[in-house]
């Protein structure tokens, strides 16, 4: 069974920073793309950020570029958020995804999402 579990989040003011943990069970990260997406209010969820199993490749959302990291520790099974500069724009739920191909299906697991909070 694959579980994805986020953690991290919370309420911060502009201009500070918060990390997001996603902890991976049933699956290795090392040999999967793992991405965070984020809804706010209202809207869709919208892709954030991906690295690949090659962990030099990693893709943001443009809003995001220079200010948030994606990265992975293999040997713990973690992958992580690192926000900084945060904005009123970037409170949403954050929710961890790990896609693979299952007999050239694509197969997206879900975490249950994190609450980040932008306050002025």
């Known amino acids: 069974q694959v579980q994805l579990v986020e953690s991290g989040g919370g309420e911060v003011q502009i201009g500070e920073s918060l990390r997001l943990s996603c902890a991976v069970s049933?699956?290795?990260?090392?040999?999967?793309?793992v991405a965070w997406y984020r809804r706010r209010l209202g809207e869709d969820r919208e892709f954030v950020a991906r690295?690949?199993?090659?962990?030099?490749?990693?893709y943001y959302e443009d809003s995001v570029k220079g200010r948030f990291t994606i990265s992975r520790d293999d040997a713990k099974n973690m992958v992580y958020l690192q926000m900084n500069s945060l904005k009123p724009e970037d409170t949403a739920i954050y929710y961890c995804?790990?896609?693979?191909?299952?007999?050239?299906?694509?197969?997206?697991?879900w975490g249950q999402g994190t609450q980040v909070t932008v306050s002025s």
């Open positions: 690295i690949s199993t090659s962990s030099d490749l990693r």
């Open positions: 049933g699956r290795t990260v090392s040999s999967r793309d």
């Open positions: 995804a790990l896609h693979e191909m299952v007999e050239y299906v694509s197969q997206t697991y």
